[in-house]
């Protein structure tokens, strides 16, 4: 039987309709779009709006800067310790038309020699982990395909030391 | 201006990995102040703790933790939290007290005792909170966003790995002229470049540690210093506190995303550059009155950012400043003489008093080997989590 997939947090992202797409709120009155999604009220000062309507942003966006995650995070991070840890990247989008930056992980096999600012990616569905027997899915970003250098394999990593002292 | 406070003693406890408890530390930084105040701790009229987290008590209440500690004694108690900023806003609150006429000596503490590697959020299951969320879904560590930024300076300004290093080099050397300092050897560019990657493009060297360590300070009146003898005290004169405005676009801890900025809305007030600002607003001056500035350099890169948003240099300028050597040691406006984050590691609710600590050292002629010479004024700055600004102007 394989395991259960589960939304890491629910409501952000849906495939319904069969396309893939990050799910945000959009206040009736004023129009402010927010992810991760507002539901009970507007945040803008000028604004006591407190309809916000379900909006899928866009799909697609522009690198705004990338960096990767050489040492396992700590918890609530769902890592299995007694497995090798291989780096993530981690890449923060600006979407245009919503004028918003927005951080996700990188699809698996890009790595950050794959990326650039300024280059187009894409939001695709992914594996964030399988934990106590379930799959835990999200959101990964992922260069345009033709866009920009083609991704690279994965790149092999040694299980690395206790994380240094980073802060 | 909203009137001045006199700084009447500092004190710290050095930074490390000791292995004790905060309230040890705090304790041992207090009596320290209040030593340099020349002050019996019966005299203090009232005790603001900047918090530490520690999933309830008694690391958040911080104030009635070193009341007691001292010896309870009567005086107002008062704990405060905002994260890098919680000695800001401590030391903001006793200079409340003392302009409105609410006590005339206060002892201000901060203190923590770091767990080691990554700032982790405590246990539990939060979908609600934003500093769980980031870790939960993203595994995004502090470093992660350090390396974001740095990142981006490197695109947009052309900053390299050698001038993150720099900044390593230069802190590190300061670092080693300081007793409370964690770290007190020279760093060579070679020993930054050698270090392993953390987040790309940042290295463990251009990374600040998490520490031990304790800071504190005694206020008081301007008229009170005077009346324990202190002609020329150091004088704070602007504590900046601003949050950012809406809509906050610059990606930042703990946030997986930014304000949305569609076409017509209003045009964003970035955050950092508006902490500085409120303090010179504050003051009564600017950055070219400035003999000295400690910011917060959690990152090599981050440090650079600082100088821009202190007005120091323009934008994109940062690491042109650092080449030329204007904020080494003998340059135009020396940043963290006292070695910054890079030589102390961090103590969060520590830190941003140990700032003000160091600023009195200077503006008194009293930092050794490191002193700044002839120092008249210096600037503070670092930014807590979750929107809180934190500046601190002192004169002398």
Redesign the interface.
Known sequence: MSPTRVP??DGWFTAEGGEFRLL?TCCRDC??????REDAYC???GCAGTELAEVPLSRRGRV????????R???????DPERTWHP?T?I?VELT?????????GAPGVT?ADL???MEVEVVPGV?AEEDGRTLT?WHWRPVPGEGPVPGERRASEE?P?????? | MTGEVAVLGAGMHPWGKWGRGFVEYGTKAARAALADAGLEWSAIQSVVGANTVRCGYPGQVAGATFAKALGWQGARVTSVYAACASGARAIDTARAQILSGMADTVLVVGSDA?P??????A?G?R?DD?D?????????????YF???A??RM??YGDTAEDFARVKVKNAAAGAANRYARYRSPVTAEEVAAS???????R?LD????SDGAAALVLGSVETARRLGMARPVRIRAVSSVSP???R?A?DLPD????????G?PVPDPFRPSIARAAYEEAGLGPEDLSLAEVYD?STALELEWYEDLGLCAPGEGAKLLREGATAPGGRIPVNPSGGLASF??AVPAQAIAQVCELTWQLRGQAGERQVPGARAGITVNQGLFGHGSSVVAVR
Request: charge should be positive; proline fraction near 14%; glycine fraction near 8%.
């Open positions: 890491v947090v945000g129009g402010t779009v927010y992810f991760p945040r803008a000062p705004w800067s990338y960096t990767d995650g050489r040492y995070p700590p918890a609530p991070y769902p890592s993530y981690l923060a038309a919503e004028r918003m930056v927005v951080l996700g992980q950050v650039a600012i300024g964030l999200t690395r206790v994380p240094g002292e980073a802060s | 770091a080691k590697g990554f700032f982790a959020p246990g299951e979908p934003p769980w969320l980031r870790f939960r879904v993203l595994g995004a560590t502090n470093p992660a390396a974001l930024w990142r981006r695109a947009l392993p990657v953390v987040a790309d493009p940042l463990l990374i600040c540690a998490t405005t809406h809509p676009t990606l997986i995303a930014t304000d949305s900025a569609p076409p809305s959690l590691g961090e």
